[in-house]
């Protein structure tokens, strides 16, 4: 049973920056693609972005492009997102997954709790 755990998200203006962290724990040597998702109130679940474990390849959602950057330690387990350029609409709860691929077209098989960020002036 894999757990990931988010940390890092909080209150960010307009423009700002913030970097999400989620720590892999249970986790055998699976090349499964790691990623994250969020979740504005009110709608689903989106993808935000996804790195392979195999490689250096990373993919967006078009909405993020050029402000978020995703990134992996895999000596430490640990995924990051960092988040700058931030807009009122990245407020949502962010999610870490691990997809049930070793591409991109899988679909999250674990997810973290969660963790809260808020683009607000």
């Known amino acids: 049973q894999v757990q990931l755990v988010e940390s890092g998200g909080g209150v960010a203006q307009p423009g700002g920056s913030l970097r999400l962290s989620c720590v892999a724990s249970g986790r055998t040597a699976s090349n499964n693609a790691m990623g994250w998702f969020r979740q504005a109130p009110g709608t689903e679940r989106e993808f935000v972005a996804a790195?392979?474990?195999?490689?250096?390849?990373?993919s967006y959602a078009d909405s993020v492009k050029g402000r978020f950057t995703i990134s992996r330690d895999s000596a430490k387990n640990t995924l990051h997102l960092q988040m700058n350029s931030l807009k009122p609409e990245d407020t949502a709860v962010y999610y870490c997954v691990e997809l049930d691929t070793v591409g991109f077209s899988g679909a999250p098989t674990y997810w973290g709790q969660g963790t809260q960020v808020t683009v607000s002036s």
């Open positions: 790195i392979s474990m195999i490689s250096r390849r990373v």
